[in-house]
Protein backbone atom coordinates (compact mmCIF):
# COMPACT_ATOMS: atom_id res chain seq x y z
CA UNK A 1 0.00 0.00 0.00
CA UNK A 2 2.62 2.26 0.56
CA UNK A 3 4.16 1.67 -2.76
CA UNK A 4 1.14 2.56 -4.66
CA UNK A 5 0.93 5.50 -2.41
CA UNK A 6 4.05 6.48 -3.67
CA UNK A 7 3.68 5.56 -6.72
CA UNK A 8 -0.11 7.50 -6.92
CA UNK A 9 1.79 10.81 -5.47
CA UNK A 10 4.38 10.77 -7.95
CA UNK A 11 2.10 10.43 -10.88
CA UNK A 12 -0.11 13.37 -9.27
CA UNK A 13 3.05 15.45 -9.32
CA UNK A 14 3.91 14.72 -12.99
CA UNK A 15 0.04 15.38 -14.18
CA UNK A 16 1.21 18.53 -11.88
CA UNK A 17 4.00 19.14 -13.96
CA UNK A 18 2.33 18.88 -17.52
CA UNK A 19 -0.28 20.71 -16.84
CA UNK A 20 1.83 23.90 -15.90
CA UNK A 21 3.81 23.43 -18.63
CA UNK A 22 0.49 22.74 -21.21
CA UNK A 23 -0.84 26.56 -19.85
CA UNK A 24 2.40 28.01 -20.52
CA UNK A 25 2.52 26.74 -23.95
CA UNK A 26 -1.04 27.83 -24.34
CA UNK A 27 -0.26 31.79 -23.14
CA UNK A 28 2.34 31.95 -25.54
CA UNK A 29 0.70 30.41 -28.26
CA UNK A 30 -2.56 32.92 -27.44
CA UNK A 31 0.21 35.86 -27.67
CA UNK A 32 1.85 34.61 -31.23
CA UNK A 33 -1.25 33.84 -32.85
CA UNK A 34 -4.76 35.44 -33.82
CA UNK A 35 -7.86 35.14 -31.15
CA UNK A 36 -9.02 31.84 -32.21
CA UNK A 37 -12.91 31.32 -33.10
CA UNK A 38 -13.91 29.43 -29.91
CA UNK A 39 -12.02 30.37 -26.81
CA UNK A 40 -9.58 28.16 -25.27
CA UNK A 41 -11.03 26.08 -21.95
CA UNK A 42 -8.96 24.90 -19.03
CA UNK A 43 -8.65 20.95 -19.44
CA UNK A 44 -9.56 18.76 -16.28
CA UNK A 45 -7.52 15.85 -15.88
CA UNK A 46 -9.47 13.52 -13.90
CA UNK A 47 -7.53 11.55 -10.92
CA UNK A 48 -6.91 7.61 -12.62
CA UNK A 49 -7.19 5.02 -10.22
CA UNK A 50 -5.42 2.50 -12.47
CA UNK A 51 -1.58 2.83 -12.17
CA UNK A 52 -1.30 0.68 -15.99
CA UNK A 53 -3.38 3.48 -17.44
CA UNK A 54 -1.94 6.91 -15.72
CA UNK A 55 1.04 5.08 -17.25
CA UNK A 56 0.36 5.09 -20.45
CA UNK A 57 -1.66 8.69 -20.11
CA UNK A 58 1.99 10.46 -18.57
CA UNK A 59 4.11 9.15 -21.90
CA UNK A 60 1.41 10.32 -24.12
CA UNK A 61 1.85 13.84 -25.18
CA UNK A 62 0.07 14.88 -28.29
CA UNK A 63 2.29 16.90 -31.05
CA UNK A 64 0.23 17.06 -33.98
CA UNK A 65 -2.93 19.41 -33.97
CA UNK A 66 -6.20 17.79 -34.86
CA UNK A 67 -7.02 16.92 -38.27
CA UNK A 68 -10.66 18.75 -39.26
CA UNK A 69 -9.88 21.81 -36.67
CA UNK A 70 -8.62 25.59 -37.86
CA UNK A 71 -5.11 26.77 -37.15
CA UNK A 72 -4.27 28.21 -33.50
CA UNK A 73 -5.94 25.67 -31.20
CA UNK A 74 -4.57 23.88 -28.71
CA UNK A 75 -3.56 20.64 -27.74
CA UNK A 76 -5.43 18.05 -26.50
CA UNK A 77 -8.27 20.30 -27.41
CA UNK A 78 -11.54 17.83 -27.39
CA UNK A 79 -15.01 20.29 -28.52
CA UNK A 80 -18.20 18.54 -27.65
CA UNK A 81 -19.91 17.24 -30.45
CA UNK A 82 -19.00 15.79 -33.68
CA UNK A 83 -15.47 16.23 -35.23
CA UNK A 84 -16.46 19.00 -38.38
CA UNK A 85 -15.88 17.49 -41.77
CA UNK A 86 -14.55 18.73 -44.94
CA UNK A 87 -16.13 17.97 -48.05
CA UNK A 88 -13.71 18.56 -51.14
CA UNK A 89 -15.70 20.08 -53.78
CA UNK A 90 -14.67 18.86 -57.58
CA UNK A 91 -13.01 21.88 -59.26
CA UNK A 92 -14.88 22.45 -62.59
CA UNK A 93 -12.57 24.53 -65.31
CA UNK A 94 -14.25 26.89 -67.76
CA UNK A 95 -14.99 25.01 -70.91
CA UNK A 96 -15.01 27.23 -73.90
CA UNK A 97 -17.32 26.64 -76.66
CA UNK A 98 -15.68 26.67 -80.44
CA UNK A 99 -18.43 27.03 -82.58
CA UNK A 100 -18.24 25.03 -85.50
CA UNK A 101 -16.86 27.07 -89.16
CA UNK A 102 -19.37 28.08 -91.69
CA UNK A 103 -18.85 26.94 -95.00
CA UNK A 104 -21.07 28.36 -97.65
CA UNK A 105 -21.37 26.01 -100.28
CA UNK A 106 -21.94 27.09 -104.00
CA UNK A 107 -23.80 25.12 -106.89
CA UNK A 108 -20.88 23.42 -108.99
CA UNK A 109 -21.04 24.52 -112.41
CA UNK A 110 -19.23 22.43 -114.86
CA UNK A 111 -16.87 23.64 -117.05
CA UNK A 112 -16.99 24.18 -121.26
CA UNK A 113 -14.68 21.46 -122.38
CA UNK A 114 -13.99 22.58 -126.08
CA UNK A 115 -12.69 19.86 -128.18
CA UNK A 116 -10.01 20.47 -131.01
CA UNK A 117 -10.38 19.15 -134.39
CA UNK A 118 -8.36 16.69 -135.32
CA UNK A 119 -5.73 17.27 -137.34
CA UNK A 120 -5.46 16.92 -141.10
CA UNK A 121 -1.69 16.55 -141.37
CA UNK A 122 0.37 18.06 -143.73
CA UNK A 123 -1.56 17.56 -147.18
CA UNK A 124 -4.14 20.08 -145.91
CA UNK A 125 -2.44 22.85 -147.04
CA UNK A 126 -2.10 21.02 -150.16
CA UNK A 127 -6.25 20.83 -150.21
CA UNK A 128 -6.35 24.57 -149.53
CA UNK A 129 -4.21 25.37 -152.39
CA UNK A 130 -6.01 22.88 -154.99
CA UNK A 131 -9.86 23.06 -152.98
CA UNK A 132 -10.21 26.64 -152.48
CA UNK A 133 -14.21 27.65 -152.47
CA UNK A 134 -14.53 24.40 -153.76
CA UNK A 135 -12.58 24.78 -157.01
CA UNK A 136 -8.38 24.92 -157.72
CA UNK A 137 -6.72 27.42 -157.55
CA UNK A 138 -5.92 26.94 -161.20
CA UNK A 139 -9.21 26.99 -161.85
CA UNK A 140 -9.62 30.30 -160.05
CA UNK A 141 -6.84 32.01 -162.38
CA UNK A 142 -7.69 33.25 -166.02
CA UNK A 143 -4.58 32.54 -167.34
CA UNK A 144 -2.37 29.85 -164.91
CA UNK A 145 0.97 29.25 -164.57
CA UNK A 146 2.22 32.37 -166.01
CA UNK A 147 5.87 33.22 -166.98
CA UNK A 148 6.97 36.68 -166.30
CA UNK A 149 10.18 37.96 -167.72
CA UNK A 150 13.17 38.67 -165.47
CA UNK A 151 13.44 41.78 -166.65
CA UNK A 152 10.19 43.23 -167.14
CA UNK A 153 8.99 46.19 -165.86
CA UNK A 154 5.06 46.99 -165.16
CA UNK A 155 3.69 49.55 -167.24
CA UNK A 156 1.84 52.63 -165.82
CA UNK A 157 -1.54 51.85 -167.00
CA UNK A 158 -4.84 54.05 -167.07
CA UNK A 159 -7.68 52.88 -165.02
CA UNK A 160 -10.69 52.31 -167.07
CA UNK A 161 -13.89 51.95 -165.20
CA UNK A 162 -16.64 51.06 -167.75
CA UNK A 163 -17.83 54.69 -168.66
CA UNK A 164 -15.69 55.04 -171.87
CA UNK A 165 -14.80 53.54 -174.91
CA UNK A 166 -13.60 50.19 -174.48
CA UNK A 167 -11.70 50.40 -178.01
CA UNK A 168 -9.98 53.51 -176.80
CA UNK A 169 -8.80 51.37 -173.52
CA UNK A 170 -7.76 48.50 -175.98
CA UNK A 171 -5.29 50.88 -178.18
CA UNK A 172 -3.71 52.25 -175.16
CA UNK A 173 -3.08 48.76 -173.43
CA UNK A 174 -1.85 47.21 -176.87
CA UNK A 175 0.71 50.03 -177.46
CA UNK A 176 1.81 49.85 -173.45
CA UNK A 177 2.21 46.32 -173.59
CA UNK A 178 3.81 46.33 -177.32
CA UNK A 179 6.97 44.82 -176.47
CA UNK A 180 5.09 41.39 -174.94
CA UNK A 181 2.32 41.13 -178.26
CA UNK A 182 3.18 37.72 -178.66
CA UNK A 183 3.12 36.56 -175.33
CA UNK A 184 -0.82 36.26 -174.56
CA UNK A 185 -0.54 34.87 -171.05
CA UNK A 186 1.21 38.04 -169.68
CA UNK A 187 -1.45 40.30 -171.86
CA UNK A 188 -4.08 38.48 -170.07
CA UNK A 189 -2.72 38.85 -166.37
CA UNK A 190 -1.64 42.35 -166.63
CA UNK A 191 -4.94 43.48 -168.23
CA UNK A 192 -6.67 43.26 -164.72
CA UNK A 193 -4.13 46.10 -163.77
CA UNK A 194 -5.76 48.23 -166.16
CA UNK A 195 -8.96 48.27 -164.87
CA UNK A 196 -11.04 49.44 -161.80
CA UNK A 197 -14.40 49.39 -160.37
CA UNK A 198 -17.28 47.86 -162.19
CA UNK A 199 -14.74 47.03 -165.17
CA UNK A 200 -12.28 44.92 -162.86
CA UNK A 201 -15.73 43.27 -160.98
CA UNK A 202 -16.44 41.96 -164.58
CA UNK A 203 -12.54 40.84 -165.63
CA UNK A 204 -13.44 38.71 -162.22
CA UNK A 205 -16.09 36.90 -163.35
CA UNK A 206 -15.00 36.05 -166.66
CA UNK A 207 -14.85 31.94 -167.05
CA UNK A 208 -11.57 30.77 -168.35
CA UNK A 209 -13.18 27.68 -169.99
CA UNK A 210 -14.78 30.99 -172.78
CA UNK A 211 -11.46 32.62 -172.66
CA UNK A 212 -8.84 30.71 -174.63
CA UNK A 213 -6.95 33.71 -176.02
CA UNK A 214 -6.11 37.44 -175.96
CA UNK A 215 -8.15 38.22 -178.84
CA UNK A 216 -10.99 36.22 -176.91
CA UNK A 217 -10.76 38.34 -174.35
CA UNK A 218 -10.61 42.23 -176.49
CA UNK A 219 -13.98 41.02 -178.26
CA UNK A 220 -15.73 39.81 -174.28
CA UNK A 221 -14.37 43.26 -173.41
CA UNK A 222 -15.83 45.51 -176.28
CA UNK A 223 -19.27 43.62 -176.18
CA UNK A 224 -19.42 44.29 -172.18
CA UNK A 225 -19.22 48.11 -172.73
CA UNK A 226 -20.04 48.27 -176.52
CA UNK A 227 -22.49 50.89 -175.04
CA UNK A 228 -20.18 53.60 -174.34
CA UNK A 229 -18.43 53.49 -178.26
CA UNK A 230 -22.09 55.17 -179.51
CA UNK A 231 -21.49 58.35 -177.21
CA UNK A 232 -19.10 61.37 -178.66
CA UNK A 233 -14.97 60.56 -177.49
CA UNK A 234 -14.34 63.47 -175.10
CA UNK A 235 -10.86 65.17 -175.26
CA UNK A 236 -8.97 62.79 -173.13
CA UNK A 237 -10.50 59.66 -174.91
CA UNK A 238 -9.15 61.36 -178.47
CA UNK A 239 -5.74 61.41 -176.60
CA UNK A 240 -5.89 58.31 -175.49
CA UNK A 241 -6.09 56.44 -178.87
CA UNK A 242 -3.26 59.17 -180.19
Not at 109 to 121: L, N
Not at 140 to 166: A, H, M, Q, R, S
Request: aromatic share 8%.
Amino acid sequence: MDHLEQENRELKEEVARLTALMESLMAAQSQSSPTPLTPPQRTVISEIVSSTVLAASAHFVPTAMPTGFPWGMPPNFMPEGPVPTFASLPASSPVLAVPPPIVHTLPRVDDTIYHSEPSEGPDVYEKIGKDLFGKSTAELCLVPNVKIPVKFKVPDFEKYKGNTCPLSHLVMYARKMSTQTDNDQLLFHYFQDSLSGAALRWYMGLDSANIRSFNDLGEAFVKQYKYNMDMAPDRDQLRAMS
